[in-house]
């Protein structure tokens, strides 16, 4: 039995894997809180989250040119700064992207069958966790070409809701003013969870070791998607803020089917809540492939059961690291409410990106590194983004990272067993 992945995808299959992620998590789930903590200054916290993921997927890719395993920062942290930095990346990314798994199967449900009550609310979304995980078992092949789909039908609905605002809706360019009524904490605020947004790319970074040609098809799929994902997000945000206002944009679930239903096309928002739920399955199935792939290398290097590191020898997938994946993602849909997990996977993501910039710093002129500034503003964005989260979501997230730590230096005394 090989433990080495197949090198399937190409620049267009990873472009699309880094859309379906960013789209699902960011537009039909991010711009109401940050609405509630900036008003119409989302727009500035959306152009500072820019900025820092810009900064991360320039150091992401040069990274993964550089070491194309699957693992993302979990690997590049281990080669350029120590095996415990790589294993807190590892750490943070399975445990946060983990519960982003279940929030992502969450929100399909309620964009589907909202009025469901709990127990079958849960149920359900056992369902979904195991039809995605299924899909992935018989190879990443299969699931690009299901993203593509999935992609391409929420772009369309997208589309179709920024024009029925400006054909049909009353927008108001007046309601796009961010100051007064936003201040410096609000917009730091609204970014760290606008960011969140944008972290879909680090999938194609853990999926290093399935791409064709990775030193050149990884640089240039990541700004690629990442500069596609922030039109999107542009013209997303003008057109509810405009037809909305900030105070509607922030009351509202799903802003831009409410903006939808206050237009001459009113008939359109049933679409736009089927096409939230398909994006949402875009990010579950690429949040799952990520976390797998994670999975895969902390236990090839023995900081999981390395039972999860066996490659399927017919598919090419690491099927034992996607059905743990899966089940644990089944068990915290099925039996908690997974919400007020999102704040430490936010603050978990981006102590991830934290590292990978520190990691991009200690390579040379000649191992293709970036300049200096990229890195500095990339870290320092992650930290200042991090902090400037609700206070509870900040806790939470060092408390989740002191306990990955803590496990680590139990391993190293030799209380579980030697890495």
């Not at 944008?198 to 240039?220: C, N």
């Not at 049933?270 to 976390?291: E, I, K, Q």
């Not at 590194?369 to 992650?382: I, Q």
Request: with cysteine; aromatic share 6%.
């Amino acid at each position: 039995m090989t433990d080495r992945l197949a090198r399937r995808l190409g620049t267009g299959d990873a472009v699309v894997l880094g859309l379906g992620s960013m789209i699902g998590a960011g537009v039909f789930a991010a711009f109401a809180p940050a609405a509630r903590a900036a008003g119409a200054g989302l727009l500035a916290g959306l152009a500072v989250a820019a900025l820092v993921a810009y900064c991360n997927a320039t150091s992401s890719a040069r990274l993964a040119a550089r070491h194309p395993s699957s693992g993302g920062t979990y690997v590049y942290g281990k080669e350029r700064l120590g095996e415990f930095w790589g294993y807190l990346a590892g750490w943070g990314f399975v445990v946060g992207k983990t519960a982003s798994c279940a929030a992502m199967a969450l929100t399909v449900v309620a964009y589907t069958a909202p009025g469901l009550d709990r127990p079958w609310r849960g149920l359900l979304a056992v369902a979904v966790v195991a039809a995605l995980t299924a899909l992935n078992y018989r190879g990443v092949r299969r699931s690009a070409l299901a993203t593509k789909v999935i992609v391409t039908v929420s772009l369309l609905v997208l589309g179709s809701a920024v024009l029925a605002v400006a054909v049909a809706g009353d927008p108001d360019p007046a309601r796009l003013t961010p100051f007064p009524g936003s201040g410096p904490g609000g917009v730091l605020e609204a970014a760290g969870l606008l960011f969140f947004a944008f972290a879909g790319y680090a999938r194609l970074a853990t999926l290093g070791e399935e791409v064709r040609d990775p030193a050149r098809t990884i640089p240039r799929a990541i700004p690629l998607a990442l500069g596609l994902v922030l039109v999107v997000y542009v013209l997303v945000a003008l057109a509810v803020l405009a037809q909305l206002g900030p105070g509607g944009v922030g009351a509202a679930a799903d802003p831009l089917a409410r903006a939808v239903a206050d237009t001459g096309w009113s008939g359109l928002a049933p679409v736009v809540r089927a096409g939230a739920a398909l994006a949402a399955l875009g990010a579950l199935l690429a949040l799952v492939l990520g976390v797998s792939r994670t999975t895969l290398a902390m236990a090839r290097d023995g900081h999981l059961p390395r039972a999860l590191a066996a490659v399927h020898p017919r598919f090419g997938v690491p099927h034992r690291a996607e059905v743990a994946v899966g089940a644990v993602v089944a068990v915290i849909v099925a039996f908690a409410d997974v919400r007020g997990a999102i704040g430490f996977s936010s603050f978990a993501v981006l102590a991830y990106y934290a590292i990978a910039n520190a990691s991009a710093l200690t390579l040379r002129r000649g191992e293709g590194a970036a300049p200096k500034v990229v890195g500095v503003t990339g870290l320092a964005g992650c930290v200042v983004l991090a902090f400037s989260l609700p206070l509870p979501s900040v806790l939470a997230g060092v408390a989740v990272l002191a306990v990955g730590a803590a496990v680590f230096a139990a391993r190293r005394a030799g209380l579980f067993g030697t890495t």
